[in-house]
Structures are given as C-alpha cells and as structure tokens.
C-alpha cells in the first residue's frame, strides 16, 4: 500500500472554485504514480476508497484561506457533525477510521486561496499562477523532508 | 395571537426548502405549507442550443439523479430524429436508467432516512445522520455505502462520469460497453443484493417499532400514477402511463406518454416556486396524485424478477381490502423492493449478451418538431418536451420533474404531522416533532435541485413569528 491519491474536488463550471480539480489534473499528468481523482464534490463512499492508499491529498479552493494552506489531518475522537451538502476530508477521514479501521499513513489538506466563483471553465489567473505553484512544490508539500520525490 | 412556525432549511433532502406551520390563537394548526425557494431556469436557456446537446446539459439539472434526465432527454431527441435506436443502446439506457434508481434508492434509505428510524425521531440532531448511526451499525453503513458506490460505478462504466454523466444522446449512447467491465459488474450483484435483503429486514423491523408515528405520515387517498409495461409489469425506461386511485379503481390505463399534458394540469401559488401538477379531469386540487415508488409498485400487476415480486406480494397484502397502500410512510418499503428490482434487472440486462453489441446509435437528422421524453425517474414520471427548430436548435423546451407531481401531496402530508403532534395546550413544539414533520418530506425523497453548491453552514431553524412577522421564539440547530 505505497499508493498516494490525490482528490482535487470543486465546480468546473465556477472558475477558482475548480482549483483543486485544475491542481489535480495536472498533478497527475506531472508526477506518474500519483493517482488522481476529480469530483464536483467530496461524497461518503469516497471513504471506501482511503482505506486503500498510504497518502491521500485533498486539493480544494478555500474562501478563508491567504495563501497556500497545506494541513495534517489525523482521526478525530469525537462523533463528526455531519452535513450531506458539506462532507469535508476530515469527515472522510473519520469515516473510513470508523468503518474499516484503516486510514491513510498521510492525510494532507491543501487549501487554495480562491476568490472569484463567477460562471466559467477556468480559474483566474492569479489562481492558476497558486495551483501551478502548489503543482511544483507538490512533493515538498506533502513530504516537507523529502528531497522532492513522491 | 396567530403564529407561524418556519423550519428552514428543510434537511437531508435534496435541495432547499422550507416548511412553515400556522398556528391559531390556541396555538393548534391551521395550515402548514412545504415552500420550494429555488427557481430553475433550465427551459429558458435551453433554448437556442442544439438537440444533441440537451442530453449533456439537462443533465446539469441535477447531481442526484443526472442519469434520469440524460435518458429522458436523448429520448425525446430519439423522438425528433424520428429513429429507433438499436437493441443494445436500449439495453444500456435501462441499464443507466437503472443504475440511477440504485444510488438514489441507496442514498435515501441509507443516508438521509434511516438514521430517523435507526438513532429515533427524538434523538440528539447532531447526530442523527449517517456518521452517527456508524456507532449504532457499523456493518449497515458499511454496506449501504458500498451499494451506492456500485449504482454509482455502473453509471460511470456505462455512462462516463458518475456526476452529470455524458454518455446518453439521441439516436443511441456515445460507446459500448467493456466486456471486462460488465464482468466486474456482475461480480458485484450477490454483495448488493444481500444488502438489499438486509435492508429489508431491517425495515420491517422499523414498521413495528414505528407503528404509532406511521398512520400519521401521509395516510390518506389520493391518485397513483406511472409507467408500467405492456402487460402491466413495474416498467422505469418506456411503456405507457397507468392511474389508479386510492380505491385500487384503474381510472385509466395504457395511456400514450405523449397525451400527458393533455390529461393534467399544473396550477401555481404564490408562495412557492414548485408547481402543483393535478389531473385535469378531477380539477385543482382534488386531482391529487403521488408518483414515485409507492405510486409504481401499487399500480402494477406484477415484477418481472422473483425476490422483488415476492415483496410486492408482501406489500399489497398490508393495504387488506382496499387493494392500494395509502400511506406514504411505505414509500420507504417500495423504495427498497425497487432497489430489489434494480439489483436483480441489472444482473439480467448484464448477463444478455446483446449487451456488448457495437451497434449503439441510429443516425438522422431532424425529421420532426416536436419530441416528448419520458421515464420513471427514481421520484416518479419524468417529461422532456422539446420543439425544435429544422436546423436542430430548441424552439421551446418543458421539463415536468417527478417532484414537483407529489407537491400536493407532500403539502397535505406536512399538514397531516404537524396537526397531529403539535397541541396548542401543551405549548412546548420540541425538535422531534420538527424532525417527524421533515420525515414526512423525506418519506417522498424530494430533489428540488441538486445542481447549484450551498456556501456556508446549513441550519435548522424554527421561528415563532406573532401576526406582525415579529419573531417571537427561535429555536436553531
């Protein structure tokens, strides 16, 4: 189990709000290996699918974040508040921790400052320059001590 | 003093609503009303594109249950070609269409309604939802998860995409199917059916231990209407149209898809955007009628496969002599013998060799004006009625959504709840009694329109409003 997935999730159709998709995308195409997924939005049976890599990496746009935002996530004790119009990868994570008692060694939320949700297919580009950014220093976001492999 | 109660938003639904109860001066109901608050401007810009592409972009109305318009609409662009699409394409639409009632079967039951039944309508809100009811049974969340995933795995294989899937268009469907696929597929049917018999077990267990609650969520006659086959069998993709009423009287049966809109009406009210579909020869409102699972399974004569028809059997036998099950709490047991039907039809469809055929699409041009679609959606009957212009673009388009035919319905079902636990002397309206009247919504599974994203956090909130619009109490979660 020394896979690593990446889940980049948000409305194509909304420009910034696509970056963690747009981010995904050319993540994939860059780093051979690394698995990706696209979704217009995270869903519980993506819980299923944790359980199987050794790193998982969600990519989404953030409202709050000022720049690149890149968190740990660890199982969180407590019972999770859940909202189906809201799952978020801590949920995800407690999920799969729930349910199948196996979660990725790696769980990494990275935050892409976003702010223009009008109606079109591509990010601004001022968040086009933060995803190629984040897509560069990919490895060393997830593997700060690594000498930048995946 | 007069009083209205708003809960708003309505959860674990599809979509945003609200429900607001008027209260009397003794704090008894008078009336209570299910408001639809979004607007769907899908006809309108639909307008000026071209027939190819409709499939693809009705297929945005919504995130639940794309696959249902996609079909529907390339459909009624079969129509306007004037074609009919080889035998495989047909296979792989039911197949899709199928598909589509599995993950949004799947989803109601496991995700949105049985943590009511399992954790109890009184339980703590927080976590009255599916992550709770991890800690109630684990093995049933893990299941049911796992059988939506499947429903959600056919319509990506057969489809494209899992959301706002691609694959439909008029004249057949964009590729065949992967023969190393449709082996994967079939290795996945004995796991989703155990689920589904679990499913049911539980369920059973849920109408006796609910059996006080259950004659209030919407017991009463109305109109059922549907699809059923040739010979009157539970049909989702084509056949013709059947009503029956509440007596179990076939008031008209065999009826063209097409003379739809000649037959019913749709009325509106100023407080909401959701219309009020009735049956034109019984007038507005008394042309009341339910569609959707309960409607389906009441009003056909059979299905075509064995553990699904012996718990239609099952089901008829607890209407006793009135030949129909009135009560709109049993949406949730039809819903599960369909899920049953789906299970077993898509093993049937897979295992059919023509299945892998490579002749999927009938190629023409515009030969006609005008083209109605329709299926049974996992909600009910779904219409796409397209007039189109001889280069192929949409003149008009009218889009009849299985949701909006149960409005009456589900307005006379929040009526029916909130007049019955709400007592204007014992004064206090707790959270449960909130939640039984947001059951009675879920009962019918709505999906008002997934298709645009909520930013921030949903509430759950009630107010007390005086007769100024004064809020007198809150209460929020």
Redesign the interface.
């Known amino acids: 189990m020394n896979r690593t997935l990446v889940i980049g999730y948000g ?1 194509t159709l ?1 420009r910034d ?1 696509a970056a963690g998709v747009y981010a995904a995308e050319l993540i994939e195409k860059r780093y051979p290996g690394v698995e990706c997924l696209t ?3 995270l869903t ?2 993506m ?2 699918t944790l359980a199987h890599y050794r790193t998982v990496v969600f990519i989404d746009a953030s ?1 709050t974040a000022n720049e690149l935002r890149v968190t740990k996530l660890r199982p969180s004790a407590a ?8 799952m978020t990868p801590q ?1 995800l994570l ?2 799969s921790n ?3 008692g196996v979660v990725p060694r790696e769980t990494i939320q990275i935050e892409i400052p976003a702010r223009d949700f009008t109606v079109g297919e591509l990010p601004s580009p001022a968040v086009r320059e933060i995803v190629e950014h984040c897509v560069d220093e990919f490895p060393r976001l997830i593997y700060p001590a690594s000498a930048g492999t995946v | 003093m007069s009083k209205t109660i708003t809960i708003e938003p309505v959860s674990r639904i599809e979509g945003h609503a609200k429900i607001t109860v008027q209260l009397d001066n003794n704090g008894d109901v008078t009336d209570a009303r299910f408001h639809v608050n979004e607007f769907r401007g899908f006809e309108k810009f639909s307008e000026g594109r071209l027939l190819w592409e409709m499939p693809g972009i009705t297929a945005r109305i919504c995130g639940i249950c794309p696959a249902s318009h996609l079909v529907t609409s390339a459909k009624a662009g079969d129509e306007v070609l004037a074609v009919d699409i080889p035998e495989t394409a047909d296979k792989l639409r039911r197949l899709l269409t199928l598909a589509q009632w599995m993950q949004s079967h799947a989803l109601s039951f496991f995700h949105l309604s049985s943590p009511d039944f399992l954790l109890g309508f009184d339980s703590d809100p927080s976590k009255r939802n599916v992550f709770g009811l991890m800690a109630h049974d684990k093995e049933l969340v893990r299941r049911g998860i796992r059988l939506r995933k499947f429903g959600q795995e056919i319509i990506e294989i057969v489809g494209g995409r899992k959301i706002h899937t691609p694959g439909m268009v008029p004249g057949g469907v964009r590729d065949p199917l992967d023969p190393a696929k449709r082996e994967y597929l079939l290795e996945c049917i004995p796991e989703a059916r155990g689920t589904v018999k679990l499913a049911l077990e539980i369920l059973k267990k849920i109408h006796e231990e609910y059996k006080n609650d259950i004659p209030q969520f919407g017991n009463f006659r109305s109109l059922l209407v549907g699809l059923v086959s040739k010979n009157g069998g539970l049909e989702y993709y084509d056949g013709s149209l059947r009503i029956k009423d509440g007596n179990d009287n076939t008031i008209a049966d065999q009826i063209d898809p097409r003379k739809f809109f000649d037959l019913f009406g749709e009325a509106t009210e100023p407080w909401t955007w959701l219309k009020f579909p009735y049956y034109k020869p019984f007038d507005y409102p008394n042309g009341m009628y339910r569609v959707g699972p309960l409607a389906r399974v009441n009003i056909c004569d059979y299905i075509e496969t064995p553990l699904a028809e012996a718990e239609r059997r099952v089901f008829k036998e607890m209407s006793g002599n009135v030949g129909v099950v009135n009560n709109s709490f049993y949406y949730h047991y039809a819903r599960l013998i369909e899920l049953m039907f789906t299970v077993e039809k898509a093993e049937m469809l897979l295992s059919d060799p023509a299945i892998l055929g490579k002749n999927i699409r009938a190629q023409a041009s515009v030969n006609k004006e005008e083209g109605i679609g329709c299926s049974e959606a996992p909600r009910g009957t779904l219409f796409h009625h397209y007039w189109v212009n001889p280069d192929g673009s949409i003149k008009k388009a009218n889009l009849l959504i299985a949701t909006a035919q149960n409005n009456l319905a589900m307005n006379r079902t929040v009526r029916q709840i909130a007049t019955h636990y709400i007592d204007g002397k014992k004064g206090k309206i707790t959270e449960g009694i909130l939640n039984r009247i947001e059951a009675g919504i879920r009962c019918y599974d709505p999906c008002l329109s997934c298709s645009t994203h909520a930013l921030g956090q949903m509430a759950m909130q009630l107010e007390v409003l005086n007769s100024c619009g004064e809020v007198v109490a809150l209460v929020s979660r």
């Not at chain 1, 019972?79 to 809201?86: A, F, G, N, T």
């Open positions: 409305n909304r709000d979704a217009p939005q519980p049976e819980a299923v409202t019972c999770p508040e859940y909202d189906s119009h809201k949920l407690d999920a729930d349910l199948y």
